[in-house]
C-alpha cells in the first residue's frame, strides 16, 4: 500500500482523522491556512487554543477539529525562512515529525498536512518538500501509524514539485 498520497485542495475539507495547520508560535490564528481553518472549524477552535499556551518552533499541539470534517487539528510551527542559517531544515522537520508522533500515539490512521512553511513563512518550496517527503517516508519506515498521509497542496508550484519528487513526474 502506498502510504503517502498528494490531495490537490482545500485541506479544511478533507475527511482525515487529524489536519495538520501550519501555526504560529502563539496559536491564536493567522492568515494563510490557519485562517482557513479556523474559519471552517469555528470559534470553539481558537478557544482550545487559547488554553494551550503557544507553542515552540519546531514543535506541535493537539486540539479537537470541532465543526471540521477532520476529528482532530494537530497545530505545528515551522520555521521562518531567514536564509537557511537558522537551522531552518531541522525545525522544519521537526514540526513535521512532532505531528506525526501524536499521530501514531492516538493512533490515528489519517493525517493531512499544508505545505508548512512555504506561504508566508517564505521558505524555498523545493527545499521544503524534500525536507518533508524525507521526514515522512521515514517515520512511516519506522512507525505502524499513521497508515496513511497525505499532502494537501494548495498552489500549482508545490503541486509540481510533489508530483516530480512523488510520482517521478
Ligand atoms: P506558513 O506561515 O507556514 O508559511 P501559510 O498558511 O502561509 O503558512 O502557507 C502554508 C501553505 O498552505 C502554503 O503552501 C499555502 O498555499 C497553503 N494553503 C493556504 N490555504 C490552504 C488550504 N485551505 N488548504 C491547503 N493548503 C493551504
Not at 35 to 61: M, N
Not at 85 to 93: F, H, M, R
Request: overall charge negative.
Amino acid at each position: 500500500m502506498e502510504r503517502m498520497e498528494i490531495n490537490n485542495g482545500d485541506i479544511t475539507r478533507l475527511e482525515v482523522d487529524a489536519i495538520v495547520n501550519a501555526a504560529n508560535s502563539t496559536l491564536l490564528g493567522g492568515g494563510g491556512v490557519d485562517g482557513a481553518i479556523h474559519r471552517a472549524a469555528g470559534p470553539e477552535l481558537l478557544e482550545e487554543c487559547r488554553q494551550l499556551d503557544g507553542c515552540p518552533t519546531g514543535e506541535a499541539r493537539l486540539t479537537k477539529g470541532y465543526r471540521l470534517p477532520a476529528k482532530w487539528v494537530i497545530h505545528a510551527v515551522g520555521p521562518v525562512w531567514n536564509g537557511g542559517q537558522g537551522k531552518e531544515a531541522e525545525k522544519l522537520a521537526s514540526a513535521y515529525r512532532s505531528s506525526l508522533e501524536i499521530a501514531r500515539n492516538h493512533r490515528m490512521k489519517s493525517i493531512a498536512f499544508p505545505n508548512i512553511s512555504t506561504g508566508i513563512y517564505g521558505y524555498p518550496k523545493e527545499q521544503a518538500a524534500i525536507v518533508a517527503i524525507r521526514t515522512v517516508r521515514k517515520f512511516l519506515a519506522e512507525n505502524e501509524w499513521p497508515e496513511k498521509v497525505i499532502f494537501a497542496i494548495f498552489d500549482q508550484e508545490n503541486l509540481t514539485i510533489y508530483r516530480e519528487i512523488l510520482e517521478g513526474y
